[in-house]
């Protein structure tokens, strides 16, 4: 699993504290995951977001434009390998 977040650089606290937010997440649930902070408008223009922070989960964007709650990250980490086995199924 890859988590990117994406802000802009004159907003790196708002980046830091989603960060903080996933680790906690990704340790609470007993999951890795390769976790990514990336300061950069450009990266943010390519992953066609607009508003930061925004949280990037396997290329998909889940959230922009807000700090999302533990909560939330749990079930977005939760969702995925359900996401991987409906779609191995197809295939």
Do not use: T, W
Request: hydrophobic share 45%; with cysteine; aromatic share 6%.
């Amino acid at each position: 699993m890859r988590i990117d977040i994406l802000c802009k650089p004159e907003s790196a606290n708002r980046g830091e504290r989603v960060l903080d937010r996933v680790r906690q997440a990704l340790e609470e649930m007993d999951v890795r995951a390769e976790v990514h902070l990336f300061h950069d408008a450009k990266k943010m223009i390519d992953n066609r977001v607009y508003v930061g922070p925004a949280l990037v989960i396997d290329d998909v964007v889940r959230i922009a434009g807000r700090i999302p709650e533990v909560r939330e990250l749990k079930a977005f980490i939760a969702e995925r390998p359900r996401y991987l086995q409906r779609f191995k199924n197809v295939a």
